[in-house]
């Protein structure tokens, strides 16, 4: 659960929230302080007002593409950051400075100053107003200006945008230009080299006397071209009349006469074939219907071996002549073969002495052409480029008046001067609250003190013989009561003291007001007031002090002398008397314990309220002589040293410690000990107190009841 404590027994959030509201004056005056001071300090801001405009930038490019790009341009991760320094550089300020006459106005309005403010102070009063952004992932950017004045401010940023594209605009057309001019005087130059190159190429074919038909064509190479194809000509030529006599020699019989019809268009040979043919299809008939050896017949087959006989000649002959032909073809072939290799070798040699120089120079004039030709390209090109309309910047949006200031932010200031002025005053009070070394919690009397808590009471508590039996305080000693019989072995009845370690720690009224209740309950008590030189006993029961204690330590009177009956049924009261000068150290232990000797047969409870034991001895000797003592310590007020410096005393004293009384409780402010009285604020119960606990919501723990 939240409210339980750490097993281990370190911090829990509860600790610091009741460190914080134990200190909340603190806190809240730290608040108080910081937030006025910051609200004030921000009414008197003076008002900044701020304007914007917005512009696209581009890298160089121009409205109309004349020339066909072949690239595209690579992406640049440094234009814009480069941009945003441009844009806020002293070049683009100071013509923004001289545009607007800054320098006179913002002088003519410091009444102070006799003459103009330095340029160098407008610049730098410039820089600081200006603030370039980045629209993220786009090529906009938002140049912001922030002014006392919403129409300087918006003036300035318009005027920065204008001044940042002429700038550009100009930057680009000076590049062009100086390039435009640079390309001139290599185009002069070149065109000086091909004019030389020419000279060059003329004075090497006027001396080798090379004839050349048009440029790079020489007719050596025409003669040359037109041999080669003749020879390749002949060669086909020559080859196809050889496949032609292979296959007509590779032929016999009837295989050759049925294929020369289809290898040689010879009009007498084909007409041979279809008379032969005739003749043997009429041979055919007749032999159907007349025998072998009719007269028709036999004429009809010697007329078809007749023209058989002049096929075969004419076959023959056909043989002979494709030959003839193929060895024609081969001879022109050779000629051609052996002529051409002469001449190719002459115009090697040619070539090597006449034809080489030439043909460099004319490369040289080509590759110098070929340079003035793209110089010439480029030089009308970028001449276009200059003279086309280019937008690199691009005002999208231009800025407004604007109609409240940015700065100061007062809400915003507000609510900072609000977490800073928390954070002050909870750090304050933690800081009050490590070096306060005073007990706090039931756990520092355990840790520090190693005593146990036998009784919380908490603020504000007076006597019960003025509030009443029925005092919503009551039951706090009610509960102390209960819990000292149980330190004391639940032995009924005793003589118990109630010391502190300092003075105002509250023992008095605890010694009271637990001896009423003690009374209450139907117990015999009576009060003993031994703290001598500051009684306070006699005041609560409205007895005089004249005589008491004292007398009886002097052997003045007996105890049943001295003893005087109070209004309180059952409650007796032993005050101290008056001290003599001359008597300091008329307590002594033997004497003292006489006493209660006989008081422990007349009452059930003794009480007797002592001195703080630091620094005074009486305290040490009627503890002592105790059956228990209460040690009270009082809630914030005195340093742990003092509660452990007293508990050592009464350790040496050899007096019974029975536990701590922790008192002067504020439970409204430290909810860590509501839960030790919350039960015992009902509904019914009268006074502000009972009416202040009923508000607070009831706390759980895991710790027993004291």
């Known amino acids: 659960m939240a409210t339980e404590e750490n097993q281990d027994g370190g911090l829990h959030f509860l600790d610091y929230w009741r460190v914080i509201r134990s200190r909340k004056e603190i806190v809240m005056a730290v608040v108080i302080l910081v937030t ?15 304007a914007g405009t917005t512009i696209r930038v ?45 320098q006179q106005r913002w002088s003519a309005r410091d009444e102070n100053r006799g003459g103009l403010i330095p340029r160098n102070i407008c610049m730098e009063i410039l820089e600081k107003s200006v603030r370039v952004t980045q629209y993220r992932d786009t090529t906009l950017i938002e140049i912001q200006v922030y002014r006392d ?31 435009v001019q640079a390309l001139e005087n290599e185009l002069l130059k070149q065109q000086q080299k091909v004019n030389e190159a020419e000279e060059e190429l003329e004075r090497i074919r006027s001396d080798l006397g090379v004839i050349t038909l048009t440029r790079g064509i020489r007719a050596d190479n025409l003669r040359l071209q037109q041999m080669e194809a003749d020879r390749i000509s002949a060669r086909v030529d020559m080859l196809t009349r050889k496949a032609r ?55 009809t087959q010697a007329g078809v071996d007749e023209l058989r006989q002049q096929l075969l000649a004419a076959l023959s002959g056909l043989k002979a002549g494709v030959r003839a032909d193929y060895e024609v073809a081969l001879a022109r072939f050779r000629a051609l073969d052996e002529e051409l290799s002469e001449v190719q070798r002459t ?88 070096l306060d070394t005073s007990v706090k919690t039931v756990d520092d009397v355990e840790k520090y003190l ?27 000693y009610r509960v102390l009561r209960t819990n000292m019989m149980f330190a004391n072995e639940n032995k009924r009845g005793g003589v118990f003291a109630v010391v502190s370690g300092g003075v105002g720690e509250g023992k008095s009224t605890t010694l009271f007001n637990l001896a009423y209740i003690c009374a209450q309950m139907g117990d015999k008590v009576l009060v003993i007031d031994s703290d001598m030189r500051r009684p306070v006993q006699h005041t609560f029961v409205n007895i005089p002090n004249r005589f008491g204690l004292t007398n009886v330590l002097m052997q003045e009177a007996t105890v049943q002398e001295a003893i005087k009956p109070t209004k309180i049924p059952n409650l ?40 703080p034991i630091v620094g005074v001895s009486d305290a040490s000797i009627i503890s002592s002589c105790m059956d228990g003592v209460l040690l009270v310590v009082q809630y914030r007020k005195y340093p742990r040293n003092m509660s452990t410096r007293a508990k050592r005393m009464l350790e040496n004293a050899g007096a019974k410690a029975l536990g701590v009384v922790l008192n002067n409780i504020n439970i409204l402010r430290d909810d860590y000990y509501y839960y030790y009285h919350s039960y015992h604020y009902s509904e019914d119960s009268q006074g502000t107190e009972e009416k202040a606990v009923a508000g607070t919501p009831a706390k759980t723990s895991n710790k027993d009841a004291l």
């Open 36 to 50: 006025l001071s910051g609200t004030l300090y921000t009414l008197m801001l003076p008002k900044i007002f701020m």
């Open 347 to 434: 115009d090697i040699e040619a070539q090597r002495e006449k034809y080489l120089p030439f043909e460099r120079a004319e490369r040289n004039l080509m590759i110098q052409q070929e340079i003035l030709n793209a110089l010439r390209a480029r030089f009308t090109q970028k001449g276009v480029e200059m003279e086309l309309p280019r937008t690199m910047v691009q005002i999208v949006d231009r800025a407004e008046l604007p109609q409240r200031p940015v700065r100061p932010r007062v809400v915003l200031n507000i609510i900072l001067s609000l977490v800073v002025g928390l954070g002050a005053g909870v750090g304050l009070a933690y800081f009050i609250e490590y």
């Open 149 to 179: 004045d919403a129409e300087e401010a918006m003036q300035i940023a318009n005027e920065i945008a204008e001044v940042y594209r002429d700038y550009r605009q100009s930057l680009k057309r000076s590049e062009i230009r100086s390039s």
């Open 450 to 476: 190693g005593m146990p808590v036998i009784g919380i009471i908490p603020q504000k508590v007076r006597s019960l013989a003025e509030e009443g039996p029925e005092s919503p305080h009551a039951e706090s």
């Open 58 to 102: 581009r890298e160089d490019a121009m409205d109309i593409e004349v020339f066909d790009r072949q690239l595209t341009q690579a992406y640049n991760p440094f234009f814009l950051r480069t941009e945003f320094e441009v844009i806020q550089s002293r070049a683009i300020l100071s013509q923004v400075l001289d545009r607007l006459n800054l």
């Open 572 to 611: 007796d009261f032993l005050p101290s008397g008056k001290l003599p000068r001359t008597s300091v150290g008329i307590l002594e232990p033997v004497r003292l314990t006489a006493i209660l000797k006989e008081l422990r047969q007349m009452y059930d409870f003794v009480f007797m309220d002592s001195p």
């Open 245 to 299: 006599v292979d296959q007509l020699e590779a032929l016999e019989g009837e295989a050759l006469m049925n294929a020369s019809a289809y290898m040689v268009n010879d009009p007498a040979l084909l007409n041979l074939r279809r008379q032969l043919a005739e003749a043997e299809v009429q041979l055919k008939l007749m032999l159907e219907t007349m025998a072998e050896n009719h007269p028709e017949v036999r004429r």
